[in-house]
């Protein structure tokens, strides 16, 4: 079984540049999240997707951060302009709606250098 | 606010002994405990978890204790192996009773170094 796919690996770009990461989950996972990891500190949630609607964004800075999942299954998290803060690594992962309770299955993460 | 702590940034354990890495919540709405297992440049990987209907759940040499009152959990792995040597995540979550769950809270990590 596939895991979850994400690119960029790796993204060096200057401040107030633009910046998108794609992400496709495992078959079937109806459930999407987006976390951002900053160097030393544990992932925190940025969104939460159920199939193509949004469950959960109060922890996602709008004014620069958005996200998509057209179709209920890829979904792509766009920062716009970046700030040095926006530095981490950015982590998808999928999970059977109602499933194994809360268990999520995360890809290798996409991290950003903000310059 | 940290929802979930875990204390101790890194611990080193000798190879064959018991490693125990403790976490402490302060959000009473989580039900729901599980604990991650991250390699350098890979994603986190589940490793076991555990209800709040329950005080202990065992998966092989894994066993996750849950002390509702004192809202702490521990993760015990023994013995303890060179492989295990990893930075280990606290999460918790809110479980809905219709299915489905908030997404998770981690705290920062421990990184656990087995020693040789």
């Keep these: 079984e596939a895991g979850v796919a994400q690119s960029p690996r790796y993204k060096i770009i200057e401040k107030r540049q633009s910046v998108a990461f794609w992400c496709n989950p495992i078959s079937g996972h109806a459930t999407l999240y987006w976390y951002q990891q900053i160097l030393g500190q544990g992932p925190k949630l940025l969104i939460q997707f159920q199939n193509n609607g949004v469950v959960d964004d109060s922890q996602l800075p709008k004014d620069r951060f958005s996200a998509e999942r057209l179709k209920g299954v890829d979904s792509t998290l766009k920062i716009q302009p970046a700030k040095l803060e926006d530095s981490a690594v950015y982590l998808c992962a999928s999970s059977l709606a109602g499933g194994q309770a809360g268990e999520l299955f995360f890809g290798e993460g996409s991290r950003l250098t903000v310059l | ?116």
Excluded at chain 2, 19 to 44: H, Q, R, V
Excluded at chain 2, 51 to 66: A, C, P, Q
Excluded at chain 2, 73 to 97: E, K, R, T
Aim: charge should be neutral; aromatic fraction near 12%.
């Design chain 2, 1 to 116: 606010d940290q929802q979930v702590k875990q204390n101790s940034p890194s611990l080193s354990v000798q190879e064959g002994r018991i490693s125990i890495l403790n976490c402490d919540y302060t959000n009473s709405m989580f039900d729901y405990f599980l604990w991650y297992k991250k390699y350098p440049a890979e994603g986190p990987t589940f490793l076991i978890s555990i209800s709040s209907i329950k005080d202990k759940n065992e998966d092989g040499r894994f066993t996750v204790f849950l002390n509702k009152s004192a809202k702490h959990l521990s993760l015990h792995i023994v013995p303890s192996q060179p492989g295990d040597s990893a930075v280990y995540f606290c999460a918790a979550s809110h479980m809905y009773s219709g299915g489905g769950a908030d997404g998770l809270t981690f705290g920062k990590g421990t990184h656990l170094i087995i020693q040789p």
